[in-house]
């Protein structure tokens, strides 16, 4: 099993910044996908963006152009950059590992103010 730990949420104003990091215990290599999910209160579990071990990424609509996804190998890290955000990005974020199992981090919570 893989733990992972996110963190760099926290408050910011709309139009701000934010980067989250998921640091994994072991190496992210050979785990098929790492991705970011979103849950704001009262909603479902959103899919907010993946990369695969060959380092396609892909996003959900609400944040493609705002927001990338990238990976440190070297560092077993993955990272959320979240550019120009918006009130409705609020949500507490979990970082995610598709291997042969699943792997869910604490979550990090994110407030964008308006």
């Known amino acids: 099993q893989v733990q992972l730990v996110e963190s760099g949420g926290g408050l910011v104003q709309a139009g701000g910044s934010l980067r989250l990091s998921c640091a994994a215990s072991?190496?992210?290599?050979?785990?098929?996908?790492m991705n970011w999910y979103r849950q704001a209160p009262g909603k479902q579990r959103e899919l907010v963006a993946s990369?695969?071990?060959?380092?396609?990424?892909s996003y959900a609509d609400s944040v493609k152009g705002r927001f990338t996804i990238s990976r440190d190998n070297a560092k077993n890290t993955v990272y959320l950059q979240m550019n120009s955000l918006k009130p409705e990005d609020t949500a507490v974020y979990y970082c995610?590992?598709?291997?042969?199992?699943?792997?869910w981090g604490q979550g990090t919570q994110v407030t964008v103010s308006s």
């Open positions: 995610n590992a598709k291997y042969w199992a699943e792997s």
């Open positions: 072991r190496s992210i290599f050979s785990i098929n996908a």
């Open positions: 990369i695969t071990t060959g380092g396609s990424t």
